[in-house]
């Protein structure tokens, strides 16, 4: 069987192994709109064995790539909001040093230390972010049944606007959006957002996106691309940092962008003929696998669960992603191939 040897990893990989994770994960976040960083760090690290630290620093040199062609897009469109987007990265440029900085003091502490810490902060978003796709998905699903969908521009909620209403200068008019909110919850947000793209190798849009959208009351599509726009400076800032710390591995990075470019491609042109509800809990529960995958592997570290037990429940639970991801990739394909006068 062909290996590859990764220099920066220390180990040898079978190349298209990555590039059929790459492909999953790529369809899954262009289909469903979600960056695929928090997904593709704990698979590289569960399937592959790839330490946390060079996976998470070589699949956010990835995520700039994608970050950049995502905000031509928007900008194109009129759906990036300048001003916000500026505010937010005077937090997530120092939040991506401060991210770097704690992984790499988690790594002068032991391979095995960082390692568990990792793990416990990837299982805790994880399953944060499955439990929310999930029931957001099921949810909407049930109300499309119930009532007539609603516009994007009026997403407005109690919390968004208690915080347009604070009394906290300076504010931020945004046009676009037609709303203003207090500057100094964008620098906080965006501290946040930089911590977490330098600690575990993500864009944060997972976070980010739903914060602007359910926090300040944006559009989504505008939340989106100021979303975007921002993540190419943090997470190259954060790429920097990763770069020089000696957690990329160029030669893993080239086989699993061509992976995700190829799987993003598809999952945008399946958005045509999967609903967004659906596949929202589809997604959430293939997160809430890997965060259980997460779980058992801390268990293990902390020697709760036996190596043998744990090593057999984790080799479960990865065949379910796999067979789950593969099943909508393959549904998606015979959908967009099918004739037109055979699609309901």
Do not use: C
Request: glycine fraction near 12%; avoid cysteine.
């Amino acid at each position: 069987m062909f290996e590859l040897y990764l220099p920066w990893a220390g180990l040898e990989v079978n190349p298209f192994g990555v590039i059929s994770i790459g492909l999953l994960v790529g369809f899954l976040a262009g289909l469903v709109g979600v960056g695929g960083g928090f997904l593709m760090v704990p698979l590289l690290n569960s399937i592959f064995r790839i330490p946390m630290n060079v996976a998470a620093g070589t699949d956010l040199v990835g995520i700039v790539a994608t970050a950049t062609s995502g905000t031509a897009a928007h900008y194109k469109l009129g759906h990036v909001e300048w001003k916000l987007g500026l505010t937010i990265l005077i937090g997530s440029i120092p939040g991506g040093w401060t991210g770097v900085y704690l992984l790499n003091s988690l790594k002068t502490m032991g391979a095995s230390n960082l390692t568990l810490y990792t793990k416990i902060v990837w299982m805790v978003i994880l399953s944060f972010l499955g439990s929310l796709l999930f029931l957001e998905g099921w949810m909407s699903y049930r109300a499309s049944k119930q009532k007539p969908k609603t516009k994007d521009d009026e997403v407005s909620t109690g919390v968004s606007r208690f915080i347009r209403s604070l009394p906290l200068p300076p504010k931020l008019v945004l046009e676009k959006a037609e709303v203003s909110v207090p500057a100094i919850f964008a620098v906080g947000l965006g501290f946040l957002v930089g911590i977490l793209s330098g600690f575990m190798g993500v864009g944060g849009g997972f976070l980010m996106t739903p914060a602007l959208v359910y926090g300040l009351g944006l559009p989504v599509v505008i939340a989106v691309g100021t979303d975007l726009f921002q993540m190419v400076f943090t997470a190259t800032n954060a790429s920097l940092m990763q770069a020089i710390s000696g957690n990329v591995d160029l030669y893993l990075l080239v086989i699993m962008f061509i992976g995700t470019t190829i799987g993003a491609q598809i999952g945008a042109k399946a958005t045509k003929y999967i609903k967004g509800p659906r596949l929202r809990m589809i997604f959430g529960g293939i997160v809430l696998i890997v965060a259980m995958k997460m779980i058992v592997d801390v268990a293990q570290l902390m020697r709760v669960v036996p190596l043998a037990i744990a090593a057999s429940i984790g080799l479960g639970l990865l065949v379910a992603v796999l067979v789950v991801s593969g099943g909508v990739l393959i549904f998606a394909l015979v959908t967009i191939f099918k004739p037109k006068k055979m699609r309901k």
